[in-house]
């Protein structure tokens, strides 16, 4: 793998040393370099129904992905979305949950709109995540406790100020939601002073609030898995964005479960107030 240069802001944390997140980043990378050559001639597959697919890329990332953080991080339990364990022993402080593919429909289409995805929980929490996009060449990573980056190929980090964010979502509202929760929940395309923003992988949805391209994301179909949603919330967490549910102000995180069974909402500072004003006046109903 390809290592960078240390970045120019403090990315130190209490569960991850700097050369550990570099070392996080730079595998990440490596895999999407990995996905992006194999996409051409890439097989298909066809998981549990024929829109539930599964690439051999997605396998080799994922391969990958178990072999090389298994390495590093010995004494961690890792979960990835091609191999998942039973169950995962509340006994585990720190569980890697991994998303080789985030957006194999994406992947296989070639909009580009897929990441890599890798997140850290600590005790239940989400306390490092990160996401490579290989079609933009652009990851994302970070955690509560020490911020949240952003770097290029052969560019210097950047850093993401919390404090950047109103207070108050101005119509119209730039709302991403999945396909299969339009598709099912219709009313949302009419809403009066929202806007639909295309998005695939929820890593990329987090990005795309975090660079100001959208300002929030609600899911409602309770089917994201911990391996969706460890990593974009940890950076979205660190880079000052609201995470919750239609009934809840916090994304609980039972080692327990790997499904969140409510809706999830990630968004700049007012997404929760307003999706349960909006979304869950009509769908909680």
Not at 1 to 23: A, D, G, H, R, Y
Not at 58 to 80: I, N, T
Not at 161 to 177: A, E, Y
């Amino acid at each position: 793998m390809t290592t960078k240069p240390s970045s120019e802001f403090s990315t130190e944390t209490p569960f991850l040393v700097e050369q550990e997140i570099q070392f996080v980043c730079n595998l990440a990378e490596y895999c999407g370099k990995m996905a992006a050559e194999m996409r051409a001639s890439v097989g298909v597959h066809e998981k549990t129904e024929p829109h539930d697919l599964v690439t051999d890329a997605d396998l080799a990332v994922s391969k990958l992905l178990l072999k090389e953080l298994g390495s590093r991080f010995p004494k961690d339990f890792l979960v990835s979305e091609e191999d998942v364990p039973e169950s995962v022993d509340e006994k585990h402080r720190r569980v890697w949950y991994l998303d080789p593919i985030d957006g194999t429909d994406n992947y296989v289409s070639g909009d580009g709109q897929y990441s890599v995805m890798i997140g850290l929980l600590v005790n239940g929490k989400p306390e490092f995540g990160c996401v490579h996009s290989p079609a933009n060449q652009v990851t994302y990573f970070g955690g509560p406790s020490f911020g949240s980056f952003k770097r290029r190929t052969d560019s210097p980090t950047e850093g993401f100020v919390p404090t950047g964010f109103g207070n108050d979502l101005s119509s119209p509202v730039r709302l991403m939601m999945g396909f299969r929760d339009r598709k099912k929940n219709p009313w949302v395309l009419n809403l009066p002073g929202v806007r639909i923003v295309a998005s695939g992988s929820v890593g990329l949805k987090v990005a795309k609030v975090i660079n100001d391209e959208a300002d929030l994301f609600v899911h409602l179909s309770g089917k994201l898995k911990y391996w969706d949603t460890v990593g974009p919330v940890a950076i979205a967490l660190a880079a000052g964005l609201e995470v919750g549910t239609l009934n809840h102000d916090l994304l609980p995180y039972p080692l327990s479960e790997i499904r969140h069974p409510d809706s999830v909402v990630i968004g700049r500072p007012g997404s929760i107030a307003w999706a349960r004003n909006i979304i869950g006046s009509q769908f909680l109903n």
